[in-house]
């Protein structure tokens, strides 16, 4: 057999640099997924500001300006991302299985954070391509499926 520059990436032993890579990815989205969560203002004070919303409501009307709405508790974020920091280490403990779930847990995150309004929405976006993407490959497939 030929010795390519490739050789040490089929040793089953040896964790692939593409699981790695997916690995950082998908404990970025947990990282953005907290980060929205801090910006909820879950974390800290309140985001709304009494006085202005007043203000608002009295010039433009009682109907125009609502206050916060509370769709999804944002302390699902949290819960999102310690799940996905979890299936990120079962990920490296060559749990097959694991990549679904982190693909489900990441679009959760998604989602939750679409529906709370937050501009992490994008970042983990990419972040969860960039996680998916090392998943599919053979390579991965061999040394998740290899014992």
Do not use: K, N
């Amino acid at each position: 057999m030929p010795v390519t520059r490739y050789a040490d990436e089929d040793r089953s032993d040896r964790l692939p640099r593409r699981v790695v890579v997916s690995g950082v990815a998908w404990v970025l989205v947990a990282a953005t997924a907290v980060v929205g969560w801090i910006g909820t203002g879950e974390a800290g004070a309140s985001g709304v500001d009494d006085e202005s919303l007043g203000r608002i409501q009295g010039q433009l009307g009682e109907s125009t300006v609502d206050g916060p709405s509370a769709a999804v508790p944002p302390v699902l974020l949290l819960v999102v991302a310690a799940l996905l920091a979890l299936a990120t280490i079962g990920l490296f403990a060559r749990r097959a299985v694991m990549r679904l779930l982190l693909v489900v847990l990441g679009v959760a995150a998604i989602v939750l954070l679409a529906l709370v309004g937050r501009w992490e929405t994008l970042p983990a976006m990419v972040f969860a391509v960039v996680g998916t993407l090392p998943l599919v490959t053979g390579g991965a497939h061999r040394w998740l499926t290899s014992r």
